[in-house]
């Protein structure tokens, strides 16, 4: 990661907006090879020294990241007026701005590894953050004039240790998740997972819980599935569960779509109907086969039917539009088959016109 001997660089930020004119200053610490938490002293020593710093400040340091050539974490200020978080820090722009390719996502682009940093925003005096952001270096940002205090590069297992002793003093429940997403961005699922699930199995508030679910289906990790599952099935919060059917499926792979199914057959009826709408969204041929089955159980619930035809509705046309037709002209539910109209009539494939006209003529 670069450095910098200078302890402080002042950069001025000149707003294009009429009679916008921003200081953003940054101050390094001088010795980034340090300890975090030695570095973290620091900063707060320089905040209360830091007449500026006196209506607010920023805290920040970065980790490493294998990440997508063309992707970034965070959308703080993307506008053009705003300086990047690189220049800010060493007053030069950076080799790669993501603007460059904004919205590229192809599945195939060579990973590289990129520096994402953590940001704290301290204000009022309180000793908690309001607000903790995280962002590529190479975003662009807006400290609002106020300082900030650079504490250089962090190691995976120590900013993780770190950001897992704040969680442990944290007060708030806006705090603890934004912690959870600092937790999440550290490319370590070895260490991240077990922290996550301890969260999830914790005490917090469902909302914080509902964090940790999500950011549980974004890692790495063959543990991921078995958790998700086990909270979609057995945990205390109905909005927790749903949370964990999304984490489902958001989780690649064939295994992912046979727990969605599981659930879709099997599940409470609150996670049956959530199973099955995320189903949908898989569009497979296994997805669309279990689908049918779940509208055509001659003993399956009708509210959980009435779902699954809805999610039949979202499929694409040439999977979609048949299977709802068929339901429209020859399910056993007067119910179904009324919902599979409805859908049919919201679709302007010709094939659902002609079918509801030949419907409605005999």
Known sequence: MKQLSTLTLFLLVVALAPGAVQAQRATLHPQPDEALGQKWQWAEDQARQDDDARRGYWIGYSIERLMGEYSFIGSWHSRGNRK???????GEKPEFDHRQRRGDRRASERKVVKEVALLFEFAGGDDEPAEIRVTNVSGHVDFDGRPLFWLGGAEDGESIDFVQAQYRRARSDEHKEDLITAFAIHDAPDRVVPILTDILNGDDDDDVRESAAFWISQQDDDRVLGILQRTA??????????QAVFGISQVDGSDATEALIDLARSGPRDIQENAIFWLSQKASDRAVEVLGEVVNDDDGDTEVQKQAVFSISQLPPDQG?????????????AKIRKQAI??????????????LIEMARG
Do not use: C
């Open 233 to 242: 099935t057995n945990d205390r919060s109905h909005d927790v569960r749903e």
């Open 342 to 355: 409805f859908w049919l009539g919201q679709t302007d494939d010709p094939r659902a016109l002609e079918a």
């Open 321 to 333: 539009v048949p299977l709802l037709i068929e339901i429209a002209r020859t399910h056993s539910k």
């Open 84 to 90: 990047t978080l690189h220049e800010v820090l060493y």
